[in-house]
């Protein structure tokens, strides 16, 4: 039940995440996140592009018992994600993010160890 309750909090915040990264125009993602001044226009709708990617990753290949070894590999790639980002706000000494992005990318870890059956190891 944790394990669920985990990923679909992940799902959903990768993918919220990832759609404002990537719908949004960058001058006014900017005015409301100024840590994307560190990135380029096209970096910034890479990592949002990732991020829903790597959110379909956690959910769809369980779902529909295709691939399922994509899962874990999903939450290891979103792991990281998680944990550049708290890089990224350690560097301009932003604390709040920071933490918060460290405890996703734990979380994201969790559900890699939690699914580390699904690579058949």
Same mark, same amino acid.
């Given at each position: 039940?944790?394990?669920?309750?985990?990923?679909?909090?992940?799902?959903?915040?990768?993918?919220? $995440?990832?759609?404002?990264?990537?719908?949004?125009?960058? *001058?006014?993602? &900017?005015?409301?996140?100024?840590?994307?001044?560190?990135?380029?226009? &096209?970096?910034?709708?890479?990592?949002? &592009?990732?991020?829903?990617?790597?959110?379909?990753?956690?959910? @769809?290949?369980?779902? @529909?018992?295709?691939?399922?070894?994509?899962?874990?590999? $999903?939450?290891?790639?979103?792991?990281?994600?998680?944990? $550049?980002?708290?890089?990224?706000?350690?560097?301009?000494?932003?604390?709040?993010?920071?933490?918060?992005?460290?405890?996703?990318?734990?979380?994201?870890?969790?559900?890699?160890?939690? *699914?580390?059956?699904?690579?058949?190891?």
């Amino acid at each position: 039940m944790l394990l669920s309750i985990i990923t679909w909090f992940l799902v959903i915040l990768f993918a919220m $995440a990832g759609m404002m990264k990537t719908v949004k125009p960058y *001058n006014e993602f &900017k005015k409301k996140m100024s840590w994307a001044e560190d990135l380029s226009p &096209k970096q910034l709708k890479m990592v949002g &592009k990732l991020e829903i990617l790597g959110a379909l990753g956690l959910v @769809l290949p369980v779902l @529909l018992d295709v691939l399922t070894w994509l899962t874990p590999l $999903a939450a290891l790639g979103l792991a990281i994600t998680a944990f $550049a980002g708290s890089s990224l706000h350690a560097k301009r000494k932003e604390t709040g993010s920071m933490g918060f992005s460290f405890v996703v990318g734990l979380l994201a870890l969790y559900v890699v160890y939690s *699914n580390i059956g699904l690579l058949g190891l």
